[in-house]
């Protein structure tokens, strides 16, 4: 019989940029299993009202809790900053998510210095990493920008040479302006982009600065959360991975293998190989292979991570 320590991690996301918070996890929390959502029929999140982006929150945490998952990570800035505060009112198990991890990262990194916060509009437009710094620390301020432009990028893989660096550029121009002395990749998708903008953050304010991942800071903190719980799995061996997603585009298998880091089964039945993007600490290879699964159809994710679709 299956512990509820042994039951699966649930990560759910607008879309595939969650995966690069899965790929964390699987890093942070090896032998953890894992099910992962991508609402991939509904995306992007940040352009919709707060009250829809509540109303498919709920409907993605609930297949996830249908799964039988131990908590939630919401893989979403857009949600983390709307919904996080309902979806742990109606829903009876953890709950976490991406911003207060990332922020309280920034805030240990910034040693009291303005931070500034790169992120989609929507998750701008918000004002949750001001709240969440705030919360920690009442003298460091921050300054967000939406980049909009490096989302696009990370999804067609375009992440070296000069357009990616222009782009970042022109993003964190304003932000070192303002002082910032830590950059927080408050997207998903950013992570992909993360040498082009260290890079020109570095020639920016004149050397390097800290780049707050956010990813790998929910990671640590969602490692810590199963411990002190006594959530964690008491498994040694790898974990397994479940992509369910809402829709099936014709580049799902190479844009999901680039976030993830992994092969990815696609709609056609293929494995793509993933673009290696190695984190910060220079990792990226070496992670244990994906332990076979078989559904009821026989299918078997040996040869690359298998992908279900549902509907929501």
Request: charged share 20%; proline share 6%; with cysteine.
């Given at each position: 019989?299956?512990?509820?320590?042994?039951?699966?991690?649930?990560?759910?996301?607008?879309?595939?940029?969650g995966l690069t918070v899965v790929r964390a996890l699987r890093r942070r929390c090896p032998a953890e299993d894992i099910v992962y959502?991508?609402?991939?029929?509904?995306?992007?999140?940040?352009?919709?009202?707060?009250?829809?982006?509540?109303?498919?929150?709920?409907?993605?945490?609930?297949?996830?809790?249908?799964?039988?998952?131990?908590?939630?990570?919401?893989?979403?800035?857009?949600?983390?900053?709307?919904?996080?505060?309902?979806?742990?009112?109606?829903?009876?198990?953890?709950?976490?998510?991406?911003?207060?991890?990332?922020a309280r990262a920034a805030v240990a990194a910034s040693r009291g210095a303005t931070i500034g916060v790169l992120g989609t509009a929507?998750?701008?437009?918000?004002?949750?990493?001001?709240?969440?710094?705030?919360?920690?620390?009442?003298?460091?301020?921050?300054?967000?920008?939406?980049?909009?432009?490096?989302?696009?990028?990370?999804?067609?893989?375009?992440?070296?040479?000069?357009?990616?660096?222009?782009?970042?550029?022109?993003?964190?121009?304003?932000?070192?302006?303002?002082?910032?002395?830590?950059?927080?990749?408050?997207?998903?998708?950013?992570?992909?982009?993360?040498?082009?903008?260290?890079?020109?953050?570095?020639?920016?304010?004149?050397?390097?600065?800290?780049?707050?991942?956010?990813?790998?800071?929910?990671?640590?903190?969602?490692?810590?959360?199963?411990?002190?719980?006594?959530?964690?799995?008491s498994r040694s061996a790898p974990g397994s991975l479940a992509l369910l997603v809402t829709d099936l585009p014709k580049s799902f298998?190479?844009?999901?293998?680039?976030?993830?880091?992994?092969?990815?089964?696609?709609?056609?039945?293929?494995?793509?190989?993933?673009?290696?993007?190695?984190?910060?600490?220079?990792?990226?290879?070496?992670?244990?292979?994906?332990?076979?699964?078989?559904?009821?159809?026989?299918?078997?994710?040996?040869?690359?991570?298998?992908?279900?679709?549902?509907?929501?």
């Amino acid at each position: 019989m299956t512990s509820h320590g042994d039951a699966p991690l649930g990560v759910f996301d607008s879309g595939l940029g969650g995966l690069t918070v899965v790929r964390a996890l699987r890093r942070r929390c090896p032998a953890e299993d894992i099910v992962y959502l991508g609402d991939t029929a509904r995306v992007p999140y940040g352009t919709r009202s707060p009250e829809t982006v509540v109303r498919y929150a709920l409907g993605c945490a609930r297949v996830l809790i249908e799964r039988g998952v131990k908590a939630i990570v919401v893989a979403c800035n857009t949600v983390s900053a709307v919904a996080l505060d309902m979806l742990r009112v109606e829903l009876d198990l953890p709950v976490l998510g991406v911003i207060l991890p990332g922020a309280r990262a920034a805030v240990a990194a910034s040693r009291g210095a303005t931070i500034g916060v790169l992120g989609t509009a929507g998750t701008i437009a918000s004002g949750a990493y001001p709240r969440a710094v705030a919360s920690l620390s009442t003298r460091t301020e921050v300054a967000g920008q939406a980049a909009p432009l490096l989302v696009s990028l990370a999804e067609e893989g375009w992440v070296e040479g000069e357009v990616p660096r222009l782009v970042a550029r022109r993003y964190l121009e304003p932000l070192i302006g303002a002082g910032a002395r830590s950059i927080v990749l408050g997207c998903t998708h950013f992570p992909l982009l993360r040498a082009a903008i260290e890079a020109e953050t570095a020639a920016l304010a004149g050397g390097p600065l800290p780049i707050v991942d956010s990813a790998s800071a929910t990671a640590e903190e969602v490692a810590s959360f199963l411990a002190e719980r006594g959530l964690a799995t008491s498994r040694s061996a790898p974990g397994s991975l479940a992509l369910l997603v809402t829709d099936l585009p014709k580049s799902f298998a190479s844009v999901a293998a680039r976030f993830l880091g992994e092969p990815v089964v696609g709609g056609d039945g293929a494995s793509r190989s993933p673009t290696h993007v190695a984190d910060g600490a220079g990792n990226g290879a070496g992670r244990p292979p994906i332990r076979p699964e078989t559904d009821g159809a026989g299918r078997s994710g040996a040869q690359g991570v298998d992908v279900e679709q549902i509907d929501l």
